[in-house]
């Protein structure tokens, strides 16, 4: 199979196991995937993630949902926000996102993860048992400024804040193989419709599910 552009997608190995007796086996991917979600604070992830999650449940789908800054609170309560400590925790982020994909689930991940080569290293392991998709959702600066529900840029222009990703920190865009959904103008769910419709050119999925948005609906304030 190959990507969306162009490059041959992994053939998903084999992994070691040993049973709790110590006998060694083989398990191998089989059907799950992981939908990582990407972008500055305010673009709309978690918003997003939550139609997302909906609509493929409502599909048939075994979800599970990881949104930053809830696994940051649990996972990550030592780190705070300087490039090493950003990159630790999306690799921990990456590696549950590994074993639920492992178990054959459908992880969806909303994680600003603002370098290109922490998500290079989610992909890497997420692809040890499965498909790995990147989406970066796509909201200008100015825009999640306006937006700012966590007051975080608001306390950034302020001084307050420190190595705030969009105004002291520059975004790393992705640059190959990644999904790019706008939001301007448009609702969550019709992000999450179009990254269904992804999933289903993929063959992740069977079929897209049924949506009740319509293309006259006013788009909706995404957190």
Known sequence: MRSTTGATAPIWRWTDIVAADGTPSR????GGFCIWLTGLSGAGKSTIARCLAADLVDGGQSVETLDGDSLRAVLSPDLGFSRTDRETNVLRVAWVASRLVRASSTVIVALMSPFAAGRQRARQLVEEFGP???VFVDTPVDV???RDPKGLYRRALAGDVADMVGLDVPYEMPNADFLRVPTIGRTPTHSARDIVEHLRRRGLVHSPSELTTS???VPAPLQ
Do not use: L
């Open 27 to 30: 398990v191998k991917g089989s």
């Open 144 to 146: 999640c400024i306006e």
């Open 215 to 217: 293309p006259t609906d």
């Open 132 to 134: 790995f998709i990147e």
